[in-house]
């Protein structure tokens, strides 16, 4: 998730544009994604195509969403976001089932990517697979003395002041929860406060706490390491070859975005020839080389070339995410506690 900054002005300016071109409620779609999370231009080709007028508004983080969402002041028609955000959608009734066997283009998405869904999808009856990746560290060999391969560069004080962090509650306690051992859905309180225990030790040798910013920060060598997204960092690999991204030995998340379309929804037709239009192949194309995350879209992977297959940032050694997980949407009192325990973390 995923995982850019929403760029205010351009959301409300896409906003305010596709609404001024917006016909009556059943020819429009509301869509709420990330910020900076579909090449737009396939939002005007689907206008084109289809004559159904798309109103796009972006959140920077799958929680902005769920409020977005839940404030109901919008009525929105397709969402996407995260896997754990979709199961606490999906628990609380606000996804529609959808048949996507009956669309077109959706059956080229892999079968690996609808099992993924599936883990917190039974059934596939929800929402359609987008971009999925991992969670990892980006670094300068030159910095940390050569290749890493564990969280432990992260907490072991060998780089004091050389490294960032995600500003993120789920995204910091998962790497030190993985560090320690444990699963990053743990519900067991003295796991969480041990991880924010080492989290505590830690910040005394973070640079910063960030988001999307990371990668900017150790492209311009202001850092020698950083939580990063897999999308950013091949983003940053590209630009500075002598970059490396490492998927940690002890395990990470391993995400997926996905499309559902909400039981608000004014037209099922029109949302669901967007979610097809979406996977069609030279719009998965276009979405894929703007976006820059791994694509679930099959013609899309049997393309890369070979420079692209050998990043561990957009396709990860299966022997790499042996000891990975998906986030799962945790009890509320469990996310409560995170919560208390990250402010108390950021206060110390």
Same mark, same amino acid.
């Given at each position: 998730?995923?995982?850019?900054?929403?760029?205010?002005?351009? &959301?409300?300016?896409?906003? *305010?544009?596709?609404?001024?071109?917006?016909?009556?409620?059943?020819?429009?779609?509301?869509?709420?994604?990330?910020?900076?999370?579909?090449?737009? #231009?396939?939002?005007?080709?689907?206008?084109?195509?289809?004559?159904?007028?798309?109103?796009?508004?972006?959140?920077?983080?799958?929680?902005?969403?769920?409020?977005?969402?839940?404030?109901?002041?919008?009525?929105?028609?397709?969402?996407?976001?995260?896997?754990?955000?979709?199961?606490?959608?999906?628990?609380?009734?606000?996804? &529609?089932?959808?048949? *996507?066997? &009956?669309?077109?283009?959706?059956?080229?998405?892999?079968?690996?990517?609808?099992?993924?869904?599936?883990? *917190?999808?039974?059934?596939?009856?929800?929402?359609?697979?987008?971009?999925?990746?991992?969670?990892?560290?980006?670094?300068?060999?030159?910095?940390?003395?050569?290749?890493?391969?564990?969280?432990?560069?992260?907490?072991?004080?060998?780089?004091?002041?050389?490294?960032?962090?995600? #500003?993120?509650?789920?995204?910091? *306690?998962?790497? /030190?929860?993985?560090?320690?051992?444990?699963?990053?859905?743990?519900?067991?309180?003295?796991?969480?406060? !041990?991880?924010?225990?080492?989290?505590?030790?830690?910040?005394?040798?973070?640079?910063?706490?960030?988001?999307?910013?990371?990668?900017?920060?150790?492209?311009?060598?202001?850092? /020698? /390491?950083?939580?990063?997204?897999?999308?950013?960092?091949?983003?940053?690999? !590209?630009?500075?070859?002598?970059?490396?991204?490492?998927?940690?030995?002890?395990?990470?998340?391993?995400?997926?975005?996905?499309?559902?379309?909400?039981?608000?929804?004014?037209?099922?037709? #029109?949302?669901?020839?967007?979610?097809?239009?979406?996977?069609?192949?030279?719009?998965?194309?276009?979405?894929?080389?703007?976006?820059?995350?791994?694509?679930?879209?099959?013609?899309?992977?049997?393309?890369?070339?070979? !420079?692209?297959?050998?990043?561990? &940032?957009?396709?990860?050694?299966?022997?790499?995410?042996?000891?990975?997980?998906?986030?799962?949407?945790?009890?509320?009192?469990?996310?409560?506690?995170?919560?208390?325990?990250?402010?108390?973390?950021? /206060?110390?």
């Amino acid at each position: 998730m995923k995982r850019f900054v929403c760029v205010l002005m351009a &959301a409300v300016t896409a906003s *305010f544009l596709l609404c001024g071109c917006a016909g009556k409620q059943g020819d429009t779609l509301t869509v709420l994604n990330y910020g900076m999370y579909i090449d737009m #231009n396939v939002l005007d080709q689907f206008e084109k195509e289809t004559g159904i007028k798309v109103v796009y508004e972006e959140v920077p983080t799958p929680e902005e969403l769920y409020t977005k969402y839940k404030a109901k002041a919008i009525k929105y028609d397709v969402v996407c976001t995260s896997e754990y955000m979709l199961q606490r959608l999906m628990d609380e009734g606000e996804l &529609a089932e959808v048949d *996507f066997s &009956a669309m077109n283009n959706t059956k080229g998405i892999g079968e690996d990517y609808w099992e993924m869904a599936a883990d *917190f999808d039974p059934g596939n009856k929800h929402v359609m697979p987008y971009f999925w990746g991992t969670v990892g560290i980006l670094y300068d060999p030159e910095k940390t003395g050569g290749e890493i391969d564990s969280w432990k560069t992260l907490f072991d004080g060998s780089h004091a002041g050389d490294i960032i962090m995600q #500003n993120s509650m789920r995204d910091a *306690f998962m790497a /030190a929860l993985k560090y320690l051992g444990y699963s990053m859905n743990t519900t067991d309180v003295n796991e969480l406060k !041990e991880a924010q225990k080492l989290l505590i030790d830690q910040k005394k040798d973070v640079q910063a706490y960030l988001v999307d910013e990371v990668r900017d920060e150790i492209l311009a060598g202001n850092a /020698a /390491a950083g939580v990063v997204y897999s999308g950013e960092a091949l983003y940053a690999c !590209e630009e500075d070859p002598s970059l490396a991204y490492c998927i940690p030995k002890e395990g990470t998340n391993i995400w997926i975005d996905c499309w559902g379309i909400t039981n608000e929804c004014v037209n099922m037709a #029109n949302a669901q020839k967007f979610l097809d239009f979406l996977c069609r192949e030279d719009i998965a194309r276009a979405n894929f080389e703007e976006v820059r995350y791994s694509s679930p879209v099959t013609a899309i992977n049997e393309s890369l070339t070979d !420079e692209e297959k050998a990043s561990e &940032a957009l396709v990860p050694p299966s022997k790499k995410l042996a000891n990975c997980e998906i986030y799962k949407n945790l009890p509320v009192e469990t996310t409560d506690e995170i919560g208390e325990l990250w402010k108390e973390l950021k /206060a110390f």
